[in-house]
């Protein structure tokens, strides 16, 4: 079951050998159940540092994380995160990987292990290891072990970023048919604005270190969303106006 997310006057600070460094300062920000959202802003800004926060990775930050209405004080399994590298297990195959952190026995554990292998699309690759599947399959074994404890939350820190731009395209439109069927709530580090408008109901700007939440944009698309639309293209100048670049010809401009 999807589950809500709550940030109140959430800061990071970390120490440093010449002064300490503000990363996140005067966060506020409130996420429905269901809903998915883009996190964008420059690069150091405290957009990983906020998503490791809110997975409880790092508890040594100021104000409040609520999940589900209970504070955050550490990892736990109604919290899945996906990194830029898969991190499947070497000496695991794809179903051992997948089926890694579920509780389950028996046919339950099986049918849930299978269900997500096909969700994923690499059904009969059941048996296959890590080194034998390309970078693109396996983020999609990485997504399925993170949705195999059924979370509430599915956290993603540029999952796509290593992958070449068609591999990347391909399972951005794979992760949004599976956030289509599932509904978690999601949160979307990304350093691409074009995958942050096309996937996100919400794309969430931040400032220049100390990171702050600088605008919220509602993006009203239907999924699937087309990239070539007038639409698109004014979301995309709005949000890059942001950071005074939308004359930039890049889409990763921050």
């Known amino acids: 079951m999807s589950i809500g997310l709550t940030m109140t006057d959430v800061g990071r600070v970390f120490e440093g050998a010449v002064g300490d460094v503000i990363a996140l300062e005067d966060v506020h920000l409130t996420i429905a159940p269901g809903e998915l959202i883009s996190l964008v802003g420059p690069s150091g800004c405290g957009k990983s540092t906020l998503l490791r926060a809110v997975a409880g990775l790092d508890t040594d930050y100021s104000g409040e994380i609520l999940a589900d209405g209970q504070p955050v004080h550490g990892p736990d399994l109604t919290r899945g995160i996906i ?3 898969p ?8 179903w051992e990987n997948v089926g890694f952190g579920l509780r389950t026995a028996g046919a339950e554990r099986k049918q849930r292990i299978g269900e997500l292998i ?3 699309g690499l059904a009969g690759f059941e048996q296959a290891y890590p080194h034998q599947l390309s970078g693109g399959m396996a983020q999609r074994a990485a997504i399925a072990r993170a949705l195999a404890p059924s979370p509430g939350v599915l956290l993603l820190d540029e999952p796509f970023g290593a992958l070449d731009a068609f591999t990347r395209m391909r399972l951005q439109d794979a992760f949004q048919d599976i956030w289509l069927a599932q509904r978690t709530t999601a949160i979307l580090v990304t350093h691409d604005i074009e995958e942050a408008i096309d996937l996100g109901q ?3 700007v931040m400032t220049p270190r100390p ?3 600088r605008r919220v944009v509602e993006i009203d698309l239907p999924y699937p969303r087309d990239r070539g639309t007038e639409q698109f293209a004014a979301y995309r100048r709005e949000i890059l106006a942001e950071f005074d670049l939308s004359h930039a010809g890049a889409a990763h401009a921050v």
Do not use: S, T
């Open 211 to 213: 990171g702050r939440v």
């Open 202 to 204: 919400r794309v969430v």
């Open 118 to 120: 096909q969700l994923v």
């Open 83 to 85: 990194f830029q590298e």
């Open 87 to 94: 991190r499947l297990f070497p000496w695991l195959n794809l």
